[in-house]
Each structure stands twice: as structure tokens, then as C-alpha cells.
């Protein structure tokens, strides 16, 4: 995205030349502006991050929480040079919906409504949900797609019937547009908060829409409920993030029909708790050129998410997710001496009686100056509900700002919430949180026709 600035110079002019740490876009993104209110899709609603995330707004909106790990409420952005001391609020550069407008909509498995499924999570304590029970008490899940196969550990009732996964898509898009027009919103967004699925590969169903379409018909195995509502989000024009690791958007058939349809993507898999960190001291270790032997990760949990992967077939899934993050940032075919040989463990027990407090354990062994080994103990007591909800806000907002910018297909710049994010055909994923946040801050620069920062730096000396 950032450049070399267009008047290049040859070498005869180069003793004159000010080498700058902006370049400018070419031209500033026609925005439309956000009017009425946006509708939140919510597969899972009945979760700990989805009601943890509404609770948390309906909380903001009553003056009694703040939204502490919102980029589009508390970020700021720099613009121009250092020394111009200009950093606005994101939400005042760039036209994003007001949490106030949100309205929020869902399915689950179970029939509890918000306020009651909140109080079952056990993430938000009592006192608090009692201050906003009336708007959690309104909302209540629609019945959801859903087939046992692809979560094996949980067993609701409140499913939806149906001859075909076909037939089944359909009554998800007559749910959205009925929400749509009941409620008189003007715009929508859809982010997956539902369970991980077992772990599945790309097969020829996925390869095209008329494939994918004709799979739909045919109850084709390979279709998992996760696409069948990304399917129905994109048909409906609702831009669509994937929460979790599960194969779901990110197929070359939903691709093409988001490109088609102008409806932005992204995914996969919320980047919390021990990948979190993991994105944040990797590239540390690496930027200095240290060593790494191994690198073991623990994980104890008692929420329906850790119920969900006590199953081998789900476990496989997440993990396939958090494995890939090392590699990525490593690169270890750039530095065979350092990194061609380590040992990645990442493990996830399920312990009830941990509820939604998550403890992570990891052990990171390092070697460096002449290979003398090291070692690093992290011990993070984190919950995992706590640090999605804020990045399904962000994710909501973001979403509408890049379809109502014209943005479609695969979202890159909002790789800074995944654990694997999708890229295009070619490219490999960018891991590291901080070039990640650069690529979406310097997204949202371009947006608002504003210089794109590089960090160069070298004409405040000159």
C-alpha cells in the first residue's frame, strides 16, 4: 500500500532530494454516509462473546462501561509528520456508524434469550446485567442451522428444518430480510460467533458458486453450517467476518460470489488470549534475531467454547490455527539457523470449573549469542469473551465503512483480529500485529485521502 513517492529523481538530483516518511494516496475513497441503523447479524448469539458483546454496548450506551480495546472508539490515528502533533480519534476521521445505531439479531442452537444466556456464561457479573436486563431481554435467538456432526459437543433444540442445505439457506435470507425490513435498518453486517467446527479441506464443492450452489441442492457433506451462512449473508449484500477457525467464507466459491455481489470478507478466528501474545513477542524475538528450540503452549477452559473443543475433530481446527501464526512470523526459509527447527506444542483442556477465565501457560525456549540458550515463562489469566467482544465491534463497524468505501471481496487491512487471516490468491498472511495495525491504519488514511505514513523519517534531519 505505501510507496515510493511519484517524483523520483535519478541520481544527478538525488544530493537535492528530501526523502519523506509520507507519500501521498492517489486519491481520497467517495464514502457514503452512514444513515439509519445498522442490523448485527449474529450466528451464536447466544454465546459468551455474542452476549458479552451486546451487554457491553447496551452497557456503553447506558453510561455505566466503557469500550476499553475498541480501536473505532478509542483508537487515534497520527496524520502528517511527528511534529505536526495531529492524532484524531478514528471515529472522527472516518464516517462509522455510532454504537447507539446498532440493532443487534441472531441464531443459536439454544432459546435463551440474551440476558438469560448472558447470566449462564458467567462472564459479565450480575449487577452489571441487571442494569441493562430489559434491552438483553429483548433480543432472542432465531432458530439456527445447525447439523451435530460438525460440533459434536453440544446438542440444542432450537434448529431449523428442512429437505435441502439449499432450503435451509433460503430461510436464513428470508430471516435477514425480514429483520432488515421489520426493524426499517439500512444497513447490515454479519460476524460468525457461533462454535468451532471440525476441522475440513477445500474440496471440489467449494472450487465455484455453481458448484457451491449446486452442493447446496444436494446436501452436499461438505457444506458445513458456517458456509451456509456466510452464503446468505453475501446473497443478502451483508458484509461477513468469520470468529472462528472453521473453513466458512474463505473458499474460492464465496469468494467470487462476495466479489460479484460487492460484499466484503474476512476471517478467520478472533485473535485472542495466547495467540494474542504469541503475535505480540514473536515478532520481538524476531526483529532482534533470536533463536527459538521450542515454543509449548497450554491452555485450561470451562466455557461451551472449551466443551466445543474437548472434541478431537473441533480441536483439530483451532489448532491448525494458532500452529500457523510461528511459521509465518519466523520465516524460516529466510533464517534456516534460527528458526528451521523448532518445536511448536499447543494444547487446550477443558476444566469446568475455569468457566470463562481462561489460564494460558507458555514456554518459549530461545537461544542466542553463540547459541547460549534462554528461556521465557508466560503465565496470561485471560478471558477470551472480554478481549473478542471489542474486536466484533470493530469488525461490525469496519466492515460497513469498507462496503459503504466500495470495498469488496477479501478485507487484508483487517487482518489485525485474526488468528489466520484471509489473503488473496498468491500471498501469504501477515502475522505480526504491529505491521498489521500499519496496514489497517494506513488503510483508513487512504480512506480519508490523507498521506500514508512509511516511518522513514529521514527529513526531520535534513
Same mark, same amino acid.
Given at each position: ?372 540458550? &534462554? ?31 466500495? &470495498? ?55
Amino acid at each position: 500500500m505505501v510507496s515510493e513517492k511519484p517524483d523520483a529523481v535519478n541520481s544527478s538530483q538525488r544530493g537535492n532530494t528530501r526523502l519523506s516518511m509520507t507519500t501521498k494516496p492517489k486519491k481520497k475513497k467517495n464514502i457514503i454516509a452512514p444513515k439509519g441503523k445498522l442490523g448485527v447479524l449474529l450466528p451464536g448469539i447466544g454465546g459468551a462473546v455474542s452476549t458479552t458483546f451486546i451487554a457491553g454496548v447496551e452497557a456503553i450506551k447506558a453510561g455505566i462501561g466503557k469500550p476499553i480495546g475498541s480501536m473505532t472508539q478509542l483508537g487515534s490515528i497520527r496524520l502528517g509528520k511527528r511534529t505536526d502533533k495531529t492524532s484524531p480519534l478514528i471515529k472522527d476521521l472516518i464516517p462509522l456508524y455510532d454504537i447507539n445505531d446498532l440493532v443487534f439479531y441472531g441464531w443459536d442452537i439454544f432459546s435463551d434469550n440474551c440476558y438469560d444466556a448472558a447470566l449462564n456464561a458467567g462472564v459479565l457479573k450480575s449487577e452489571l446485567l441487571e442494569q441493562i436486563k430489559e434491552p438483553l431481554k429483548s433480543v432472542s435467538p432465531q432458530s439456527a442451522v445447525f447439523e451435530r456432526k460438525f460440533v459434536k459437543n453440544l446438542n440444542g433444540k432450537n434448529i431449523k428444518r428442512a429437505k435441502t442445505k439449499m432450503d435451509l439457506a433460503n430461510q436464513l435470507i428470508k430471516d435477514i430480510d425480514n429483520f432488515k425490513k421489520d426493524n426499517n435498518l439500512a444497513r447490515l453486517v454479519m460476524v460468525w460467533c457461533g462454535s468451532t467446527e471440525v476441522y475440513l479441506e477445500k474440496s471440489d464443492v467449494h472450487k465455484s458458486i455453481r458448484k457451491f450452489e449446486k452442493g447446496l441442492k444436494e446436501n452436499n457433506p461438505a457444506i458445513a453450517p458456517s458456509m451456509i451462512y456466510a452464503y446468505a449473508a453475501i446473497k443478502t449484500g451483508t458484509p461477513y467476518a468469520n470468529g472462528a477457525p472453521n473453513l466458512s467464507v474463505d473458499i474460492p466459491a464465496l469468494e467470487e460470489l462476495a466479489k460479484k455481489n460487492s460484499v466484503p470478507i474476512c476471517g478467520k478466528d478472533f485473535k485472542t488470549g495466547q495467540t494474542l501474545m504469541k503475535t505480540i513477542l514473536a515478532p520481538g524475538l524476531k526483529s532482534r534475531l533470536l533463536g527459538l528450540n521450542g515454543w509449548f503452549s497450554t491452555n485450561i477452559l470451562g466455557n461451551r467454547d472449551g466443551e466445543v473443543l474437548d472434541d478431537p475433530y473441533s480441536f483439530k481446527t483451532k489448532e491448525a490455527s494458532k500452529l500457523s501464526v510461528l511459521e509465518y512470523i519466523f520465516q524460516p526459509d529466510l533464517y534456516p539457523e534460527l528458526y528451521s527447527n523448532y518445536y511448536h506444542k499447543v494444547r487446550i483442556n477443558y476444566y469446568p470449573p475455569r468457566g470463562d477465565e481462561k489460564e494460558a501457560w507458555d514456554n518459549i525456549d530461545i537461544f542466542g549469542w553463540l547459541g547460549y540458550k &534462554m528461556q521465557i515463562k508466560i503465565n496470561f489469566l485471560c478471558r477470551d469473551s472480554i478481549l473478542a467482544a471489542p474486536i466484533v465491534l470493530d469488525l461490525v463497524l469496519f466492515l460497513d465503512l469498507a462496503q459503504r468505501a466500495g &470495498m469488496s471481496g477479501i478485507q487484508e487491512w483487517l487482518s489485525f483480529y485474526f488468528k489466520s487471516p484471509m489473503v488473496g490468491d498468491q500471498l501469504y498472511p501477515e502475522h505480526d500485529v504491529f505491521i498489521q495495525q500499519m496496514k489497517l491504519k494506513n488503510t483508513l488514511r487512504y480512506m480519508a485521502g490523507e498521506e500514508l505514513i512509511t516511518h522513514l523519517g529521514l527529513d526531520y534531519y535534513d
